[in-house]
T-cell receptor
Framework: NAGVTQTPKFQVLKTGQSMTLQCAQD?????MYWYRQDPGMGLRLIYY???????DKGEVPNGYNVSRLNKREFSLRLESAAPSQTSVYFC????????????FGPGTRLTVT | KNQVEQSPQSLIILEGKNCTLQ??????????LRWYKQDTGRGPVSLTI?????NTKSNGRYTATLDADTKQSSLHITASQLSDSASYIC????????????FGGGTRLMVKP
């Protein structure tokens, strides 16, 4: 089992460019999440999908959109990147919405210049 | 506002020594508290999960304690190893909030030979 995989690992964008971060899990989990991690701060939830077919805003959704493509895949899109979106992005999954254990991917380091 | 504060922000210890990391939270109503280990360049990995009724839990050389009255938790690492060098993140879940979690900023531990 690969667990949670993310692509790409690194990305540099210019202000105003768009891109999609991909996430997939092979654990048959129902719930998936996107976080961002900034230096000195805790992880913050951007969007989540409690189950296939549903998505909801987290703490910091502005500037992002998501798609739960199927049970395995959950993508995060930046339509018009801004320097404030420079961060490390983590995808995570859990068996169900209130399962106490989340499994995290390796992260995508995004720099917006 | 729900908050999780961790101390110290960083810590350097010699291999073989013990250390204790602290976590104070103001999340209410409390559901569970989790400790994660995050190696540099990787996603967080779950170490322990504690509910209201548990006041101590061990995972190998890691022992977490919880005092729900004072809203404090600690993570004690015994006989540290070089591989313990990582960030340790305290995460608190509110009741009925599923995986809408509050993350601490982490303690960065460096174990030196």
């Amino acid at each position: 089992n690969a667990g949670v995989t993310q692509t790409p690992k690194f990305q540099v964008l210019k202000t105003g460019q768009s891109m999609t971060l991909q996430c997939a899990q092979d654990m048959n989990h129902n719930s998936m999440y996107w976080y961002r991690q900034d230096p000195g701060m805790g992880l913050r939830l951007i969007y989540y999908s409690a189950s296939e077919g549903t998505t909801d805003k987290g703490e910091v959704p502005n500037g992002y959109n998501v798609s739960r493509l199927n049970k395995r895949e959950f993508s995060l899109r930046l339509e018009s990147a801004a320097p404030s979106q420079t961060s490390v992005y983590f995808c995570a999954s859990s068996e169900i919405w209130d399962a106490p254990v989340q499994y995290f991917g390796p992260g995508t380091r995004l720099t917006v210049t | 506002k729900n908050q999780v504060e961790q101390s110290p922000q960083s810590l350097i210890i010699l291999e073989g020594k013990n250390c204790t990391l602290q976590c104070n939270y103001t999340v209410s109503p409390f559901s569970n508290l989790r400790w994660y280990k995050q190696d540099t360049g990787r996603g967080p990995v779950s170490l322990t999960i504690m509910t209201f009724s548990e006041n101590t839990k061990s995972n190998g050389r890691y022992t977490a304690t919880l005092d729900a009255d004072t809203k404090q938790s600690s993570l004690h690492i015994t006989a540290s190893q070089l591989s313990d060098s990582a960030s340790y993140i305290c995460v608190v879940s509110a009741d009925n909030a599923g995986n809408m979690l509050t993350f601490g900023g982490g303690t960065r531990l460096m174990v030196k030979p």
